[in-house]
């Protein structure tokens, strides 16, 4: 059983970074897919980003581009979402998950979820 782990979410102010963390103990996260979505408070789950195990290939949902960078770091078994010149928008809980289709539909059809990182934009 994977269990994937959230870590760096909190409050920053509008304009500000976070580095969210996906991580997995005992179990290398280098040969799963990878993808990132976020709920936010009365929205349906929104898909974010994916980083595909095969190739690398990332794609980042459309509406993100230039501001959210996803990135696999194989020394920590994690996968990385940097989130820069965030907006109150972006608040929501934001989840990673593993074992889906990564490609450029951004699919949310996962088979382990990590617990969920709060992430808060606000002055």
């Known amino acids: 059983q994977l269990q994937l782990v959230e870590s760096g979410g909190g409050l920053v102010q509008p304009g500000g970074s976070l580095r969210l963390s996906c991580a997995a103990s005992e179990v290398s996260l280098g040969g799963y897919n990878i993808g990132w979505f976020r709920r936010a408070p009365g929205k349906a789950r929104q898909a974010v980003a994916c980083?595909?195990?095969?190739?690398?290939?990332?794609n980042i949902a459309r509406s993100l581009k230039g501001r959210f960078l996803v990135s696999r770091d194989n020394a920590k078994n994690t996968v990385d979402l940097q989130m820069n010149n965030l907006r109150p928008e972006d608040t929501a809980v934001y989840y990673c998950?593993?074992?889906?289709?990564?490609?450029?539909?951004?699919?949310?059809?996962?088979?382990?979820w990590g617990q969920g990182a709060q992430v808060t934009v606000s002055s």
């Open positions: 998950a593993a074992g889906g289709v990564c490609d450029s539909r951004l699919l949310s059809d996962y088979t382990y």
């Open positions: 980083v595909r195990s095969r190739d690398g290939n990332i």
